[in-house]
């Protein structure tokens, strides 16, 4: 029998690079991950997998039909994952029209592509809980309406429904599951959980060194999210693409926190014991007569979704998925990896 090919996009990022790590781990099939040519170079989660022989490198870019087209034509993958896209919400409101290029229209140009050359092809596109946006009621299911709340939560719910349309029309296993917040150590930096782990240890060695340092500066810190490890989330979505029919699920932790939770949880690591005072822009966290975090406006968003949490039952029953890794010690190992790399 011939190795199966498995796609995957953004593979340079969190998940992509954790869906590689799986995939390597638990299968014997060949993987190739997309990137972007860019001038300076993005591989710091798959450097590791750099010479792996089972892993290659493809240069392609989701706003390019073309390029899709061509890889998916030449590979004939048995698996496409696509966990490209302009994932950052708050930026969606700056470039929306990019923000919906790259996670909506892209999307169809992936399931052309598949229709064309693939058929046979599995397709999975990262869906958010951003979809579900002003919720109606708590914990959400798979059969809570689409409400979202900014230009990245509309862009990813017209993706969910141009994947169901390709499913009923070309009879694609081609699956949206719908994720909910989901971080590690290899999160990006702009994201409110690697930038609470990343600054507290900057903040933490420069109180140990005795030099000056800037106070964290957060918007919102009384959003809920719903916090999983991105490790349980790929292997929830290997499952979901190997069921018998294309089916989606919710994938979640069932738990929700605040922001400001999540920032005490990476301080008691840090076994800082400081103060929080006051309240609204004027709230601030003190220690030892010094500001350690405050808020700025600048970061609160046009739109904010205030309180998500995911009901994960269909998973747990069907898929048999059972996350490994709780909140406490998600937080934990970020702000523990960050301040071994200070
Ligand atoms: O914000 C609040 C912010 O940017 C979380 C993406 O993976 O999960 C992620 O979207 C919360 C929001 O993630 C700051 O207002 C306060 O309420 O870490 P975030 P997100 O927007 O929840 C979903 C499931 C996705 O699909 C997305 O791709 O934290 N917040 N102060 C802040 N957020 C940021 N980024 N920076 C702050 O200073």
Known sequence: MMTKKVLITGVTGQDGSYMADFLLEETDFQIFGMVRRTSTNNNKNITHLLNNPRFKLVTGDLTDSQSIDNIVREIQPDYFINLAAQ?????????????????????????????????????????????????????????????????YGAAKAAARHIVKVYRESYNLFAIQGLLYNHESPRRGEEFVTRKITKQLAQIKKSIEENIDFKPLQLGNIYAKRDWSHAKDFVKGIWLMLNQKKPMEYILASGKTYTVKDFINKSLEFFDINGIWIKEGLEEKFIYQNKILIEINPEFYRPAEVDLLLGNANNAKKILNWTPQISFSDLVKEMSKNDLMNM
């Open 87 to 151: 994932s950052f919400v708050g930026a969606s409101w700056q470039i929306p029209e990019q923000t919906f290029d790259i996670d909506a229209v892209g999307v169809i140009r992936c399931l052309e592509a598949i229709r064309k050359h693939a058929p046979n092809c599995r397709f999975y596109n990262a869906g958010s809980s951003e979809e579900l946006g002003n919720v109606d009621y708590s914990p959400q299911d798979e059969k809570h309406p689409l409400k979202p709340r900014s230009p």
